[in-house]
């Protein structure tokens, strides 16, 4: 079980992580560079979007791992990444903007989806136990 002490470090581990693999695996399918430079290019408005949503998350005082924390992570991590990519000339065109939508909300909630199901099946476990 996930301690309460745990969860921010995997929090921000995991929601980085994946922004750099929505990033990598993106420029990969379109076959552009996969090297460090490529990547940071295409990660750090997204990874901006993601570190303002959890220090939000945080001055709210939301599980970082609850669904809701992801949602939030999600909305403002596709929001800023788009406003910053606008703002740098960086491409937005609207099947971009649907296919991270749809890629980042899958990602963000269901890591924390499935940390919460083994969560709440460890927890029924121990309650059948007794």
Avoid: C, K, Q
């Amino acid at each position: 079980m996930t301690s309460r002490r745990n969860a921010w470090p995997i929090a921000v581990a995991a929601d980085l992580l994946v922004v750099i693999v929505f990033a990598a695996v993106g420029r990969s399918n379109h076959h552009e560079s996969t090297g460090i430079h490529g990547v940071w290019h295409t990660v750090w408005p997204f990874a901006l979007g993601t570190v303002l949503a959890l220090a939000l998350t945080a001055y709210t005082r939301t599980d970082p791992l609850s669904l809701r924390a992801g949602v939030r992570v999600w909305i403002w991590t596709l929001a800023i990444g788009m406003v910053v990519r606008v703002a740098t000339g960086a491409g937005t065109a609207l099947s971009f903007v649907i296919v991270a939508a749809l890629v980042l909300a899958a990602l963000f909630l269901g890591w924390r989806f499935a940390l919460g199901w083994r969560r709440w099946r460890s927890r029924t476990r121990w309650f059948r136990r007794r």
